[in-house]
């Protein structure tokens, strides 16, 4: 059964200062690897997705990494804004005749002006 | 309007109501899915409908029911639910159907609900 865990839980930095999320899952046998954005109360976004046969995906100041042998992925923001504050979840999808895309709890980032 | 949305934003209700939460995409998309996000927990898939045909349902309990008309909508009516049920539901879509969850997932903005 695929696990999917996000360090860290919470995170705050100062504006400007550039900035990693870490997700790992234990099935490294994963078909995409996805990661969103929540504001509070509100549905996710979708912000990068990286299919297995890529090692990262770039949008603006995101840039997101896959490691499928050591079961990870990063999320890599540059020059952090306050209007980056929000909840960041990563989920993959794996399995073999039945998909299942698999969520962790998400890293809650602050980033203070 | 574009995207997904879902209906109501906010419910509030009694164990012994019966209420539905709506969601309509229009995106053109084939499949159609419920998950379920409660405090500090990952998000729970509920259901996952491909061409109006259900092709998942994630041992939910039939107090949930969901329904999907057409491919555009997707219902979730709800009865006699407990305390623990409130949770933000969201509703999603992606473009590939066939009871496979792959491609990118649309989100809506959820439904807040509250079981009294």
């Known amino acids: 059964k695929q696990e999917v865990t996000q360090i860290p839980a919470a995170l705050s930095v100062p504006e400007g200062e550039n900035l990693v999320l870490n997700c790992s899952f234990t099935d490294s046998a994963i078909y995409n690897l996805q990661w969103f954005r929540q504001d509070p109360g509100k549905g996710l976004t979708s912000l990068l997705l990286?299919?297995?046969?890529?090692r990262e995906q770039t949008s603006g100041r995101l840039n997101a990494s896959l490691d499928k042998s050591s079961g990870r992925s990063t999320l890599y923001i540059a020059a952090s804004q306050p209007g980056d504050s929000a909840t960041y979840l990563c989920a993959s999808l794996s399995g073999g005749s039945n998909y299942k895309l698999t969520f962790g709890k998400g890293t809650l980032l602050t980033v203070n002006p | 309007e574009t995207g997904v949305t879902q209906t109501p934003r906010h419910l509030v209700m009694g164990m012994t109501n019966k209420k539905s939460l709506k969601c309509e995409q229009h995106l053109g998309h084939n499949a159609m899915y419920w998950y379920k996000q409660s405090a500090k927990k990952p998000l729970e898939l509920m259901f996952v409908y491909s061409l109006e045909e259900r092709v998942e349902n994630n041992s939910v309990p039939s107090r949930f029911s969901p329904e999907c008309p057409n491919s555009s909508h997707l219902f979730l009516h709800l009865h006699t639910l407990q305390p623990e049920d409130s949770a933000l539901y969201l509703c999603a879509s992606s473009p590939t159907g066939t009871g496979l969850l792959t491609g990118e997932l649309f989100f809506g903005e959820g439904s807040r609900l509250t079981v009294l």
């Open positions: 990286i299919q297995s046969s890529q």
